[in-house]
């Protein structure tokens, strides 16, 4: 077939969600959880750091109180140095001494949360930092931390909200950056992905069906890319199996036209020997000595011609006629084998019938009489090619039984057995002859005329000679027309 001739491999369409797709949504998933794992420790650590640098500003402040007479600082500058901090009070302790710093006129809110920055668990660093974040109230916390100049502690008083609106604050920075990070990310590792990963089996998939399209055009077969990968060993064998099967298919075509020139010839050549033997028909009726001594000879060659053109056309034929199944009585059957076998009437080789009187095997009279004669010829054959002949002992025997719902037949002969080719072949056209001027058909059609039966041939191994065994099972009831007749019976 030319590439002008081949139907043109319907476009491939990529899944709707395919590979690609599943992948950039898997990466943007992966890193925006690995960003949520990554963010509650940041947003703690945040709000820990933020804690101890207002307590540092405070320590400086609280150093003014340290200097100032009797620890007492005036209003208006206490209010300016709380505001420069954002507290509401600042309060130290040295040794026995108290230090506060708040003016006298403010009274302070009632305090709804103290945080010891002098020990901070991480677990505890977190829920708080979450309970900071989550609750809208504005809340008065005190903060405790370590006081500058070996004093006991400094506390500061201050509102929750600033610390709260520069958590949300950092949040959001963070939450933008993520998805910055995440976006970025997921494009590269999708890029990567899909260079490496997606693109070379996309390459894999549109080649296969492409090449399933019209398997037999060598140009379809993948030309591997030369990776070293996975997908490379892929790809090449790929390559292999398109190499395979697309020359075992152009040898197929090749054969099947062959077969059909062969038919042709075949067909004709039948005629003219057809022809041939009316004429030899004639001759023979001459009443010249030596003209009858080859007739004979001629009219069994001819006749033998005939058959070979005709099994082989049979064969050539794409399907046997399916058996026309009836009970039919084998004894007749076998008998009628022998008469055509047409044994040398010396008794060189004995003819052994043993089937079970009356025995009935549902089977087409023809094509069963076909099978028989084959194997029946195939012994005889056999036993006359010995060079070392044993008249006396030479015998073919058929027997026949049933068994339950299938007829059992056995062809045997006292032979030399199935050579290693013949095995090697058996029951396959023209493989295993190895008799001159044989076709090598017999048992290929044998075998497929009692397939078609429902039944099997095989080889039995371990007897004198060769014997092959042929199974065929009744024909299976069917219940529907059972029960129909059941019906009409009633009725
Ligand atoms: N009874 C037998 N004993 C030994 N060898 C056998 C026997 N039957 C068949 N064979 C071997 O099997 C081969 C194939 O048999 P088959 O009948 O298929 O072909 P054939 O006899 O060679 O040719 P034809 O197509 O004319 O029958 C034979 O050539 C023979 O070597
Ligand atoms: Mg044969």
């Known amino acids: 077939m030319n590439e002008e001739q081949a139907a043109p491999p319907k476009p491939v369409r990529a899944p709707r969600f395919g590979l690609s797709g599943k992948l950039l949504v898997l990466t943007i998933l992966f890193v925006m959880i690995a960003e949520v794992l990554i963010y509650v420790p940041l947003v703690a650590n945040f709000r820990v750091n933020w804690l101890r640098d207002h307590l540092e500003v405070a320590k400086t402040a609280a150093l003014v109180l340290e200097a ?4 007492m600082v005036p209003d208006p500058l206490a209010k300016k140095i709380l505001a420069s901090i954002g507290a509401r009070a600042v309060a130290m302790k040295m040794g026995a001494t108290h230090y506060m710093l708040q003016p006298s006129d403010v009274t302070l809110p009632p ?5 010891d920055m002098r020990h901070v668990a991480t677990f505890d660093a977190v829920v708080d930092a979450f309970k900071t974040m989550l609750d809208d109230k504005n ?9 500058p100049m070996g004093g006991e502690y400094i506390d500061l008083v201050m509102d929750e909200r600033p610390l709260r609106t520069a958590m949300l604050r950092y949040s959001v920075g963070l939450l933008l950056t993520s998805l910055l990070i995440s976006g970025i990310t997921a494009a590269l590792v999708y890029l990567a992905l899909h260079y490496l990963f997606v693109r070379p089996m996309r390459r894999v998939t549109d080649n296969m069906m492409a090449f399933r399209a019209d398997p037999e055009n060598a140009g379809r077969i993948i030309m591997p890319s030369g990776r070293v990968d996975e997908i490379g060993v892929a790809e090449r064998e790929l390559a292999a199996m398109q190499t395979e099967l697309a020359s075992m298919l152009q040898q197929k075509n090749r054969l099947a036209a062959l077969g059909l020139a062969v038919s042709k ?11 041939a033997q009316l004429f030899s028909d004639r001759l023979a009726k001459l009443p010249d ?3 009858q001594r080859f007739a004979p000879k001629l009219m069994q060659a001819l006749e033998r011609a005939i058959a070979f053109c005709q099994s082989t056309l049979s064969y050539g034929r794409l399907q046997e006629a399916p058996p026309d199944r009836r009970p039919i009585l084998l004894e007749p059957l076998v008998e009628e084998v022998h008469e055509t076998l047409n044994l040398a009437p010396d008794a060189s080789i004995r003819w052994i019938s043993a089937v079970e009187r009356g025995l009935t095997v549902e089977a087409d009279y023809d094509q069963l009489f076909r099978i028989l004669l084959n194997l029946a010829r195939n ?15 030479d015998q073919v025997r058929i027997t026949g039984r049933r068994e339950g719902a299938v007829v059992v037949i056995e062809v045997s002969d006292t032979g030399p057995g199935f050579s290693e080719k013949a095995r090697a072949h058996l029951f396959e ?5 190895t008799r001159t001027g044989g076709t090598g058909l017999g048992l290929a059609i044998a075998a497929e ?11 039995v191994e371990g007897t004198i000679g060769a014997t092959l065994r042929l199974t065929i099972p009744d024909r299976a009831v069917e219940l529907s027309a059972h029960r129909g007749t059941g019906a009409r019976a009633r009725a």
């Not at 809340?139 to 006081?147: E, H, I």
């Open 429 to 433: 056209a023209f493989q295993g002859s």
């Open 111 to 115: 305090i709804s949360d103290v945080y």
């Open 289 to 291: 000595p030596t003209v």
């Open 68 to 71: 100032a007479p009797n620890g």
């Open 265 to 275: 010839i075949n067909h004709d050549l039948r005629n003219l020997l057809a022809s």
């Open 379 to 393: 012994a005889v054959q056999a036993m006359e090619s010995r060079a070392a002949r044993d008249p006396g002992r």
């Open 449 to 459: 005329l009692i397939r078609a039966h429902g039944g099997e041939i095989r080889l």
């Open 139 to 147: 809340d008065v916390m005190r903060v405790v931390g370590p006081a």
